[in-house]
């Protein structure tokens, strides 16, 4: 069964670094998305992207935070300079289909991520 | 009024029992409401999903029910079983995201 794949599984960094979150969503997905859970609680939007661009944005997703699809496979969020705050499990998901029109989403299993 | 807001936090059901798990939200423009199952260190996935121009939608074991105009919706998990345990969350489309509650870790006991 395909699935979106998450690279690295887990990252430490120090606050100050920059990381990036790799994600390679289903291949005939179109939509992409970020999502982030702190520990024992909700899962909360990020971004979503679309056709090469932002096609929404939480307010969490500030100046820090980037998101790219540099070779049509992998889609990779960048944390600039990352903050205590910013430990969190991060979910990449996908669908083939925007979610007006039906579509599921798929998540990957996720990237924890703790800064020190 | 972009929350979602799920009860309770917790719950702990015998085998071979019923799970409610209840959610309400605000914003009348939310149009699809998925309910995700997430397993400690998996990723969410999607358990079953409904519209608000049906009441209750059915799938195995899983049923949501909806009530448009209490702003409400609900998982009832039939013959629970340990392999259910996990945490639940209900979910409220809007425009290009999911909003999530903050999820009912459920636990069924043999």
């Known amino acids: 069964e395909p699935e979106v794949t998450q690279t690295p599984s887990h990252q430490v960094t120090q606050m100050g670094q920059e990381v990036i979150l790799r994600c390679v969503p289903i291949?005939?997905?179109?939509?992409f998305y970020w999502y982030r859970q702190i520990l024992g609680q909700k899962v909360e939007f990020l971004v979503s992207?679309?056709?090469?661009?932002?096609?929404?944005k939480s307010e969490i997703f500030d100046d820090q935070f980037s998101v790219e699809r540099p070779d049509g496979s992998n889609f990779t969020l960048k944390i600039r300079s990352t903050k205590l705050e910013d430990s969190a499990m991060y979910f990449c998901?996908?669908?083939?289909?925007?979610?007006?029109?039906?579509?599921?989403?798929?998540f990957g299993e996720g990237s924890r991520l703790t800064v020190l | 009024q972009q929350q979602v807001k799920q009860s309770p936090q917790s719950l702990i059901v015998q085998k071979g029992g019923i799970s409610i798990i209840n959610c309400a939200y605000e914003n009348t423009a939310f149009d699809y409401f998925p309910w995700y199952q997430q397993f400690p260190g998996k990723g969410p996935a999607l358990l079953i999903a409904i519209r608000p121009d049906v009441s209750e939608k059915k799938e195995g074991r899983f049923t949501i029910s909806f009530n448009k105009s209490a702003k409400q919706f609900s998982l009832h998990i039939m013959d629970s079983q340990p392999g259910d345990s996990a945490t639940y969350f209900c979910a409220a489309y809007n425009t290009d995201k999911l909003i999530f509650g903050t999820g009912t870790r459920l636990q069924v006991f043999p």
């Open positions: 992207f679309y056709n090469n661009e932002i096609s929404e």
């Open positions: 998901a996908s669908s083939e289909l925007a979610q007006a029109s039906g579509g599921e989403l798929f």
């Open positions: 291949s005939n997905h179109l939509y």
